[in-house]
């Protein structure tokens, strides 16, 4: 028995249901009596391709970010009516997911991801100067089905490639809420890294009709905006490894490289799971420019680059 797994509970990613025995899924290792120790720590990024970092930020500070967004959220219909904002009751039917304009309306968000705990983090992580992406990836994810396996290359590997990804949990996401998984020591593996992580979602093929020309639905195989694949277990099975997670609390953070796959459990729960993605990188080194600005393109037509595939 999988000791994450107390009492027992069956877990799907993508509608699939995945085996949880201990040779499959495991929990992720507890960083968090390194902190401060940056050799360590980036050792084990190096190793494991993801550093796990339970109770690094102030949890008051988290469900501050919390309530003032749950409220956001309430007052517009997005949760359901005479219950406690703070325990983002879903409404049955109801999506929001990504609404990333929600986190440049929320100081105290911007203040978790951004502040000086954050910031001084990525600048010993590095060792110099550190930036974020001015874009932020909020969601608020409703009742159902995950994000799909996937590795972040592939949506922002325009600048450097020591680029890495902050997950953090706006309140506590346990197992049934549908938190984030990653696939060990899939950030190794060298032809995942040649093939598909370096695709880029924005790119054109010139040389084809113009039905096939996108990235997304050609040199990325037909799997929809960047996914790798709508099979977590297979996956699993064909790259190795096991899927790795946590019971996640407000206070928590999960980095990892923008080679590592990852996806998230679905959300089998009755609540709204609210996390934010966050990027940071050193400032000496290149930026994607879709993600930084006062108005970030994103995947917007002005991303577009036309190649020959």
């Known amino acids: 028995m999988n000791t994450l797994l107390e009492p027992p509970i069956t877990l799907t990613s993508s509608g699939e249901t995945l085996d949880v ?25 190096e190793r494991d391709g993801y550093v796990y970092l339970p109770g690094m930020l102030a949890r008051a500070e988290v469900l501050e970010a919390r309530l003032a967004i749950a409220t956001k959220l309430f007052e517009v219909g997005n949760l359901l009516a ?18 990333p304009h929600i986190a440049m309306q929320t100081p105290e968000l911007l203040r978790v991801l951004y502040g000086p705990t954050m910031m001084n983090f990525w600048e010993q992580f590095f060792g110099e100067p550190a930036r974020h992406f001015d874009f932020t990836w909020f969601r608020a994810v409703t009742p159902g089905r995950a994000t799909p396996p996937h590795t972040d290359a592939v949506y922002m590997n325009r600048g450097t490639s020591n680029l890495f990804t902050c997950w953090t949990p706006i309140g506590d996401v346990p197992l049934e809420q549908g938190g984030l998984m990653v696939l060990e020591g899939s950030h190794r593996h060298e032809k995942l890294r040649q093939n598909y992580s370096s695709k880029d979602v924005d790119s054109v ?41 946590a019971n996640y609390r407000a206070g928590d953070i999960l980095i990892f490289s923008i080679y590592t796959v990852h996806c998230s459990l679905d959300n089998i729960s009755n609540r709204v799971r609210l996390t934010s993605d966050s990027r940071y990188q050193r400032s000496s080194e290149p930026a994607d420019e879709r993600w930084i600005g006062e108005n970030p393109i994103g995947h917007g037509a002005d991303a577009k680059r036309t190649i020959i595939c």
Request: charged share 25%.
């Open 205 to 245: 093929c010139a040389n084809l009709r113009p039905d096939l020309q996108t990235s997304r639905k050609n040199t990325l195989r037909g799997e929809g905006f960047g996914a790798l694949s709508y099979r977590p277990a297979k996956l699993r099975e064909t790259l190795g490894g096991r899927w790795l997670t």
């Open 21 to 45: 025995s201990p040779d499959h899924f495991g929990e992720l290792l507890d960083s968090s009596g390194a902190l401060g120790d940056m050799p360590v720590l980036r050792a084990r990024m």
């Open 82 to 99: 005479d219950s406690d904002p703070m325990d983002c009751v879903a409404i049955a039917g109801k999506a929001i997911e990504f609404i």
